[in-house]
């Protein structure tokens, strides 16, 4: 196994660091870290990057080939990311192919979360006829007031109405 990281790119000042976080690498057969990697290649990871990614979550040869594969499924469909897309995350980011889904799971519902605010948002303005979002013109609106603020301080300084009026017309959509 020893020999197998060092072919794959593991460097000897690497070894003592990559062992300590997965010792258990020693209880894998062989043919099946040999496989993960295979697959790997198979997915257009270049070596280079497939040692990269071992470097920073070394438990991702722990994973069997279903579950890589299950992970990355994952990101490309949620994410709707292309193939090299996703290939770019998981490059940058590996621990999230060894990581919980359910951090990733809470952000995304976040960001939907958000998305839907802003949409909330943007009716209401155009509603009032406030939606000006063109700084070269009066009474822009910036991207990052429109969603960073709470509901009151919208209200009252950008939509310049009150908050009663925005739960009343939020009923209407």
Not at 29 to 43: F, G, I, M, P
Not at 153 to 169: G, L, P
Request: proline share 3%; glycine share 2%; aromatic share 10%.
């Amino acid at each position: 196994i020893l020999v197998f990281l060092k072919d794959l790119g593991i460097e000897d000042n690497q070894l003592g660091t990559y062992l300590t976080k997965n010792y258990a690498i020693f209880s894998e057969d062989l043919e099946n870290l040999k496989t993960r990697v295979a697959y790997l290649q198979s997915k257009n990871f270049s070596k280079a990057h497939i040692a990269q990614m071992v470097r920073n979550a070394p438990f991702l040869l722990s994973f069997s080939v279903e579950r890589l594969d299950n992970r990355l499924g994952f990101f490309q469909k949620e994410l709707e990311l292309s193939v090299k897309k996703t290939r770019d995350l998981i490059v940058r980011l590996p621990r999230l192919l060894t990581g919980s889904l359910e951090p990733v799971k809470e952000n995304m519902k976040v960001f939907n979360t958000r998305l839907f605010k802003i949409k909330e948002r943007h009716l209401f303005l155009t509603y009032l006829g406030r939606a000006q979002y063109d700084p070269t013109k009066l009474n822009y609106i910036s991207l990052d007031k429109l969603v960073s603020v709470p509901d009151e301080i919208f209200c009252e300084e950008i939509a310049k109405a009150s908050v009663q009026d925005f739960e009343k017309f939020l009923k209407t959509l």
